[in-house]
C-alpha cells in the first residue's frame, strides 16, 4: 500500500477485498470520463453472504449498518480495479443504497449510515456524497442491503 487512502485504510485496519465477481452479464465498476460507477455491491465477504433476510426481520439495523460498511468497502475495491489508484478520487458525489426491508421497518437512512460513515472515515471531506436509501422487498441471494456509488476522478 503506497498511496494517501490505501495508507488511511490500513491506519483504520482495514484491507480492501478482492473485486466481488459479478452475479450477473456486468461489469463491476466501469469509467465515464471523470467519473466511476460501480454495480450495486452486495455485503459480500470471501466470497459469501455472512447474513441473508430482510431488516427489521431476521436481521436487525445494527447487522445491516455493519453490512452496509462492507457494501461500501466492496465498492471502494470495484473503483481500484478499473483506476488503480483510489488517489485519483476527487470525491464521492452519489451513494444509492437498497435494504430488504421487512414491511413495518422504516430505518433505511440510518442502515446506510454504515456505508457513508466508512466512506467519510476512508475518504475525509473527498467522502462526503449525495444519498438515497430505498427500502425494497428483495436483494440478489437474499442479501439484506445493498451499495452502489458514484466517483469523480480528480482531472489530469
Same mark, same amino acid.
Given at each position: 500500500?503506497?498511496?494517501?487512502?490505501?495508507?488511511?485504510?490500513?491506519?483504520?485496519?482495514?484491507?480492501?477485498?478482492?473485486?466481488?465477481?459479478?452475479?450477473?452479464?456486468?461489469?463491476?465498476? @466501469? +469509467?465515464?470520463?471523470?467519473?466511476?460507477?460501480?454495480?450495486?455491491?452486495?455485503?459480500?465477504? /470471501?466470497?459469501?453472504?455472512?447474513?441473508?433476510?430482510?431488516?427489521?426481520?431476521?436481521?436487525?439495523?445494527?447487522?445491516?449498518?455493519?453490512?452496509?460498511?462492507?457494501?461500501?468497502?466492496?465498492?471502494?475495491?470495484?473503483?481500484?480495479?478499473?483506476?488503480?489508484?483510489?488517489?485519483?478520487?476527487?470525491?464521492?458525489? /452519489?451513494?444509492?443504497?437498497?435494504?430488504?426491508?421487512?414491511?413495518?421497518?422504516?430505518?433505511?437512512?440510518? +442502515?446506510?449510515?454504515?456505508?457513508?460513515?466508512?466512506?467519510?472515515?476512508?475518504?475525509?471531506?473527498?467522502?462526503?456524497?449525495?444519498?438515497?436509501?430505498?427500502?425494497?422487498? +428483495?436483494?440478489?441471494?437474499?442479501?439484506?442491503?445493498?451499495?452502489?456509488?458514484?466517483?469523480?476522478? @480528480?482531472?489530469?
Amino acid at each position: 500500500m503506497s498511496g494517501v487512502v490505501d495508507a488511511k485504510l490500513a491506519e483504520l485496519g482495514l484491507t480492501l477485498p478482492d473485486v466481488v465477481p459479478p452475479l450477473a452479464a456486468y461489469q463491476p465498476a @466501469v +469509467v465515464s470520463g471523470v467519473y466511476v460507477y460501480t454495480a450495486g455491491q452486495l455485503p459480500m465477504v /470471501k466470497g459469501k453472504l455472512p447474513v441473508t433476510g430482510k431488516v427489521g426481520g431476521e436481521v436487525t439495523a445494527e447487522e445491516a449498518k455493519e453490512l452496509a460498511r462492507t457494501c461500501a468497502l466492496n465498492a471502494l475495491a470495484a473503483v481500484k480495479s478499473v483506476i488503480g489508484d483510489l488517489d485519483r478520487i476527487a470525491r464521492v458525489v /452519489k451513494v444509492v443504497g437498497f435494504v430488504a426491508s421487512a414491511s413495518d421497518f422504516t430505518g433505511q437512512p440510518g +442502515v446506510l449510515n454504515g456505508a457513508s460513515e466508512l466512506l467519510g472515515e476512508v475518504l475525509g471531506d473527498k467522502g462526503v456524497h449525495a444519498r438515497s436509501a430505498v427500502g425494497v422487498t +428483495v436483494l440478489p441471494l437474499d442479501a439484506p442491503v445493498e451499495v452502489e456509488i458514484q466517483v469523480e476522478l @480528480v482531472q489530469d
